[in-house]
């Protein structure tokens, strides 16, 4: 770690918007006051953003909790909110999405142009025999026609199902037949890591085992040979014929408008049902307030792929909504090198970045030289989402990214929520590296104990939503059971204690002194040590704080004398010696560090150095398998992994290290 980085650390933990940010901030503080006074008065001016055909009656519902209605009353199209009321209003030549493939070609898409391929799909779907509350299944890389594709759906109000184009045959058969989707769309294949992978085969996999699907419409991506049958077509000559006239009706703001199944690397995957004006309201809204987005000016850049939640709500619906011009990439961000994502910024003028921390970690370990050998001062607001963010990677990101000056918004929320929930404001926030700081306004939320007692400033707990919020889920597709007892059944009416409804988001949390908010992870990983709770979190925080660490991950394993005990696995920086003393040094000088940041309680029982760690496609480490590891089992279900030869490294360096 560089000196300055060392200093920063030590010095300032707090950081205030820039000056000029703050004064022109889209949304500024009384925003929480108003949110305060009156919350539902509040959400009603923030769907007054939207175009309705038909004005609500009531702004919630909320007499058969926990199913909520948003909007009630209240009709309006999606698909008309994202496209042609920008078109309308003289904005079709502006960018909507400059697209980069990962072989380097790219495409530019103005409002119009969307709009048209949109309208064409609308009616290539139609033709399809696709209606209104019809599923359709999208399984596609990341390219332009996904986001058509989901606005087309959304146009003619079929529920879109977006299934990640890295899963497997298994995991879309589940997928589809749980829904009963009519359509399948995707691809030949996309380009990965510098080659064209298939996806064509799997969805042929997938449709011999689903009855219900009707019509496959492929895209022509990579050129690849693939099989064809009579359910096939393809797009260029179905959806790129097709008539580009298409009037959007407008459906009930409760219609419901995609499902998205959670990635459930456990339990069965839960089909996580969005509706239409209260999901549109609020991620319209957040991404105006939380990125300050300024349509005219901005270009937005979020590196999630469509097929998890932070695309549909931070690439399609709410920059779509906002008229944004952004950026939309294909690949890896090391394909062709390790640069590739800073260039993307400097040849785009990327103003605003939304990526995770695995990502950012992932660059810490490069080096900063990489991100250094690019211009970047296009740049004036930094995201971060999908798991706490370290504070050593929040201050690395806002000092080698950000200039050592531009405000980092470490945002909350989950596939369940929406949209964005607790974050701080750019222009308002003295954001701390490592909190989420404070829900949003018109947001409740709060951290309980076990006993379901509001923690006090300084206690930890479970972190819940007390009030309902605009884009909740509304249910567990065909399964609403599993949603009361999933996120109703742990506090309040639910759990039979007072008429409250309280939402359950299955984080652990705590407040610190001054209330602000810090997330710790699942409550599944927090480890009870000795009868103390000490989240996996703020272990990994304490070993990447060490300068020799670059990522670490870990888990409680069974301990006969302490009940659990800490293990950690820990990649070290490239420069870090590591062989044989070197190595016994490092792993005990990591013990002591961590025993001195966190106190000895914490002091892992043993730490394993490894090359690589084992995480999830949308990039959350497993730490289940790595329990399995460290309690020296036979490794559990490996088929969600993004690389599954991580494992066997982890496992062939077992026994080494104390
Ligand atoms: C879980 C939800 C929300 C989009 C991507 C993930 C974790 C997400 C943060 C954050 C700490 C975070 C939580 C949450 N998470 N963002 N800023 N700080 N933890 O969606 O796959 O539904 O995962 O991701 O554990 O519950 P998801």
Known sequence: MSEALANLLNETRQFPPPAELAAQANVKADAYAEGERDRLGFWERQAGRLSWAKQWDQVLDWSTPPFAKWFVGGQLNVAYNCLDRHVEAGRGDKVAIHWEGEPGDTRTLTYADLHKLTCQAANALTELGVTAGDRVAIYLPMIPEAAAAMLACARIGATHSVVFGGFSADALTNRIQDATAKVVITADGGYRRGKPSTLKPTVDEAVAKCPSVEHVLVVRRTGQDVAWSEKDHWWHETVE?????????????????????????????????????????????????????????????????IGWVTGHSYIVYGPLSNGATQVMYEGTPDTPHKGRFWEIVDKYKVTILYTAPTLIRTMMKWGEDIPAGYDLSSLRLLGSVGEPINPEAWIWYRQYVGRGELPVVDTWWQTETGAIMISPLPGVTEAKPGSAMTPLPGIVADVLDDQGQSVPNGGGGYLVLREPWPSMLRTIWGDDNRFIETYWSRFGAGAGGGDEWIYFAGDGAKKDDDGHIWLLGRVDDVMLVSGHNI????????????????????????????????????????????????????????????????????????????????????????????????????????????????????????????
Not at 264 to 283: E, F, N, S, V
């Open 241 to 305: 014929t097709a008539s580009p006239e298409h009037a959007a009706q407008p459906f009930d703001a409760e219609h419901p408008l995609f499902i998205l199944y959670t990635s459930g690397t456990t339990a069965r995957p839960k089909g996580i049902l969005h509706t239409t004006g209260g999901y549109l309201t609020q991620t319209s809204y957040t991404t105006h307030a939380v990125f300050d987005l300024k349509p005219e000016t901005d270009v937005f850049w979020c590196t999630a792929d």
């Open 535 to 658: 989240s996996t979190t703020e272990v990994e925080s304490a070993l990447v704080s060490h300068p020799s660490v670059a990522e670490a991950a870990v888990v409680g394993a069974t301990d006969p004398t302490t009940g659990q005990a800490i293990v950690a696995f820990a990649i070290p920086r490239g420069s870090a010696e590591t062989s044989g003393e070197a190595g016994e040094q490092l792993i005990a000088d990591l013990r002591n560090h961590v025993a001195k940041t966190l106190g000895p309680i914490a002091k892992p029982r043993q730490i394993m150095l490894v090359p690589e760690l084992p995480k999830t496609r949308s990039g959350k480490i497993m730490r289940r398998l790595l329990r399995d590891v460290a309690e020296r089992r036979s490794l559990g279900d490996v088929t969600t992994l993004q690389d599954s030869s991580v494992m066997d490294l982890i496992a062939s360096g077992m026994g080494g290290g104390k």
